[in-house]
Every structure is written in C-alpha cells, then in structure tokens.
C-alpha cells in the first residue's frame, strides 16, 4: 500500500510537458527501430556474397597472369561494414532547457539510406601454381595491391600443391 502511495505521489510531480517529451521520445525510437532489420543473417550473407564475389573476380583475373597457373583467393574481413542513414535533428526549448531530438528521415517507412561502407580487407591468402617463381610472385603481389588497394603485409603467396 505505501509503495503504490508513494508511485502516485511520485507521478504527481512529474510534470506534464517531460511526461510529452517522454512519449515523443518512444514514439520515434519505436519507428527508428521498426524500420531496422536485426537479422544478423541478412547482413552476415551479403558480407559473405560480397568476399565471394571479389575472391572469385580476384581469383580469376590472377589465373591470367603469365606462368600463375590455377589460382585460388581467400579474403579475410574485419567486420560486417556499416550504413549511413540520413538524420533529422530538432531543436526544443521549454522551461526545463532545450532539448535536441534526432531521428531518422523516412521515406514510404524506410530510412534513406546516405552510403554503404563495405568491410576492410585485413588479408589475403593467394594459392598460384606458379607461386615457385619470383616474377609470378611479384606480379600476383602487385595486381592483389592494386585491385584490393591493401599493402604487401596483408597478402601472403604459397605455392598450390
């Protein structure tokens, strides 16, 4: 009984325009929110797609190069990347001070989207049957530089059984 006094003593305090910024402020995270996909395996297979698709592209272009012979490319990622979503940001005063509210810019519910920025390769795996000779060596090394714009200490060249 004394808790349930205390409760109602306690929301008779609580003024009426921090009881609206409250709602406010759940009504647009509950949007913000119901337009995010939580499925890690949305994101974790188009992270996937994407090494593949540039594995492949790799493997298949180094498979060109003179004397590299059968080629194959393994890609290691730091992350899952990440996405920019344009915010709009409000600016409120009342008595209490001024507050300021950011949510996301929705179009037909969903969030426009300002750029993708897709995971760093952090290593590079090159299996070339040719991986014996220097040249070959040297030439996988500086393509794989060049198309992954990655430094040499993030690529190793082995010699494919």
């Not at 004394?2 to 008779?12: E, F, G, N």
């Not at 709602?23 to 090494?51: M, P, W």
């Not at 760093?120 to 393509?143: C, E, F, P, Y």
Request: charged share 25%; glycine share 4%; proline share 2%.
């Amino acid at each position: 009984m004394k808790m349930v006094d205390d409760l109602k003593s306690k929301l008779k305090k609580i003024k009426v325009e921090h009881l609206i910024i409250v709602c406010a402020l759940i009504a647009v995270g509950s949007i913000f929110l119901s337009t995010i996909d939580f499925s890690s395996n949305s994101q974790a297979s188009s992270v996937e797609e994407y090494v593949a698709v540039l594995e492949k592209k790799l493997s298949n272009k180094l498979s060109n190069v003179e004397g590299a012979g059968k080629v194959e490319v393994l890609l290691s990622v730091d992350s899952a990347g990440r996405t920019e979503i344009a915010m709009e940001k409000k600016t409120t005063s009342d008595s209490s001070g001024i507050m300021f509210e950011e949510s996301p810019i929705l179009v037909s519910g969903k969030p426009i989207v300002l750029s993708e920025h897709y995971p760093a390769i952090v290593g590079v795996i090159i299996l070339a049957q040719g991986a014996d000779d220097i040249k070959v060596r040297m030439a996988l090394m500086n393509a794989t530089q060049t198309f992954l714009n990655i430094t040499s200490d993030k690529i190793e060249i082995l010699l494919m059984r």
